[in-house]
T-cell receptor
C-alpha cells in the first residue's frame, strides 16, 4: 500500500535557523513522483518541487533544498536561514500509476518561524 | 504555474440546505479535476476524481449522493454539498490537471461552515 509519513507534526525555530522536514514513503511501484507543497495560513497550496523516482539528484532552489534517498525511501526538505514568511504547513506527497496517478499526502508538518 | 480559482472562497449555510462550489482552471484545460476536503490541522483527503464529461469516481467512504460533482467542461467543475450538516463544515480544495504527465494545480480553497 502506498503511504507517506511525515513524522514531525510541528517544528518551531527562531529566524535564521535551518529546519529540515522529514518525509518517508512506501510504494511498490518503481516509477513514481514525489512532491512538496507549502500551505500558508491563507490555505492555498503552493507547489514547491516534483521529483521522479529515477532522478536522485539533490536539488537546491534559493534557500530550499531537497535530499532524495531512494535507498531509505526518503525525500527530505531543508529550509536554510529560515524567515518568518516560511511559517506554514508543508506537505510531502507521492503519486504513482498503480494508485491512478492520484496524490497521496503525508500528514503535514507545521513550521513556525519566530522572529 | 497555472491558475485555478474557486468560488466562493467562504460560505456559511444553514443545516439542510445545499451549497455549490465552483472550480475553474483559468489558463489551462483540466481534463481531470480532483476534490479534497481538509479538516483543521489535518491533511488533505481526496474525495473524488472527475474526468471531463464523465461521472466522478469517489473515494471509499465518500457519499456520492451527498457530494455531487459535475465536470461539464475542461475549465469548470462543481461540487454541490446537498443537505449540508454541521459535520460537513470543512475546507474544500479543488485541483486540476491537464494530463497524467503534467502538474496538478490547486485552487485557493473554499471554507464551508454549516450552522
Amino acid at each position: 500500500a502506498q503511504k507517506v509519513t511525515q513524522a514531525q507534526t510541528e517544528i518551531s525555530v527562531v529566524e535564521k535557523e535551518d529546519v529540515t522536514l522529514d518525509c518517508v514513503y512506501e510504494t511498490r511501484d518503481t516509477t513514481y513522483y514525489l512532491f512538496w507543497y507549502k500551505q500558508p495560513p491563507s490555505g492555498e497550496l503552493v507547489f514547491l518541487i516534483r521529483r521522479n523516482s529515477f532522478d536522485e539528484q539533490n536539488e537546491i532552489s534559493g534557500r530550499y533544498s531537497w535530499n532524495f534517498q531512494k535507498s531509505t525511501s526518503s525525500f527530505n526538505f531543508t529550509i536554510t536561514a529560515s524567515q518568518v514568511v516560511d511559517s506554514a504547513v508543508y506537505f510531502c506527497a507521492l503519486r504513482f500509476k498503480a494508485a491512478g496517478n492520484k496524490l497521496t499526502f503525508g500528514g503535514g508538518t507545521r513550521v513556525l518561524v519566530k522572529p | 504555474g497555472a491558475v485555478v480559482s474557486q468560488h466562493p472562497s467562504w460560505v456559511i449555510c444553514k443545516s439542510g440546505t445545499s451549497v455549490k462550489i465552483e472550480c475553474r482552471s483559468l489558463d489551462f484545460q483540466a481534463t481531470t479535476m480532483f476534490w479534497y476536503r481538509q479538516f483543521p490541522k489535518q491533511s488533505l483527503m481526496l474525495m473524488a476524481t472527475s474526468n471531463e464529461g464523465s461521472k466522478a469516481t469517489y473515494e471509499q467512504g465518500v457519499e456520492k449522493d451527498k457530494f455531487l460533482i459535475n465536470h461539464a467542461s475542461l475549465t469548470l467543475s462543481t461540487l454541490t454539498v446537498t443537505s449540508a450538516h454541521p459535520e460537513d463544515s470543512s475546507f474544500y480544495i479543488c485541483s486540476g490537471r491537464t494530463g497524467v504527465r503534467y502538474e496538478q494545480y490547486f485552487g485557493p480553497g473554499t471554507r464551508l461552515t454549516v450552522t
